[in-house]
């Protein structure tokens, strides 16, 4: 995977995030993303700051946005084969990207999930 263009390995992301977002179906999917897009976050931003992402799904779904953030996970976890138990989606976009190779880049997301771990957190 170390071999992996930035491009590639940002598009692998949102292919998990993607398939994770079907159970919605395709329209729902849509409005989804639509949604994202009215509070700044487009599609392909969506690797870089997962936090926000799940920041806009909570405001949008509520407490149905952990579903959601269960099975994006796991597609990431099934795609980039992390085996660990659990996991929201920060720490695990940080786990494939030390896994990638992108320390430095993993550790900033690291940060950025221990500053704001009490606001998005599943409750």
Not at 54 to 61: A, D, M, N, Q, V
Request: proline fraction near 2%.
């Amino acid at each position: 995977m170390d071999s992996m263009s930035e491009t590639d390995f940002k598009s692998s992301i949102m292919k998990c995030i993607d398939s994770g977002l079907d159970v919605l179906g395709d329209v729902s999917k849509q409005v989804v993303y639509s949604y994202l897009a009215q509070n700044q976050l487009s599609k392909e931003m969506i690797p870089d700051e997962p936090w926000k992402f799940t920041e806009t799904l909570k405001s949008l779904f509520g407490r149905g946005e952990e579903v959601l953030e269960k099975t994006i996970v796991t597609e990431l976890k099934r795609t980039f084969n992390i085996t660990s138990g659990g996991g929201m989606l920060v720490e695990i976009l940080a786990a494939v990207r030390l896994r990638k190779g992108s320390v430095g880049q993993g550790r900033e997301i690291h940060g950025l999930t221990r500053k704001s771990r009490g606001s998005v957190g599943v409750s």
